[in-house]
């Protein structure tokens, strides 16, 4: 499943939109997500962070799956800590993968 996380913006063909981060969460414990489209400024005091911080934890741990993820935020701030907290999560899940 490719999920978007997203509170204005139309969902892309092909993805499950999600308005929340605690929806986004929701479906990433289920296990069926491959890939992840996220949002930061989600117009709650949850934002696109709190899913990224989320998938760098079930990284580190390996409670979550390798996904593949993009990001299509307009807030530059909020961008880049995304940006770090999931190429960390890249980071583990390399880790993982060597030491099994």
Known sequence: MKLFLDDIRKCPEGYVLVRTAEDAIS????????????????????????????????????????LIWHLH?????????????????NRYWSENEKNP
């Open 27 to 66: 479906l990433l414990d289920t296990g069926s997500v491959a890939e992840v489209s996220l949002d930061h400024d989600l117009g709650t005091e949850d934002t696109g962070y709190t899913v990224a911080e989320y998938i760098e934890r079930g990284a580190y741990f390996g409670t979550l799956p390798r």
């Open 73 to 89: 935020t307009d807030n530059p701030g909020g961008l880049a800590k995304m940006q770090a907290a999931l190429t960390r999560a």
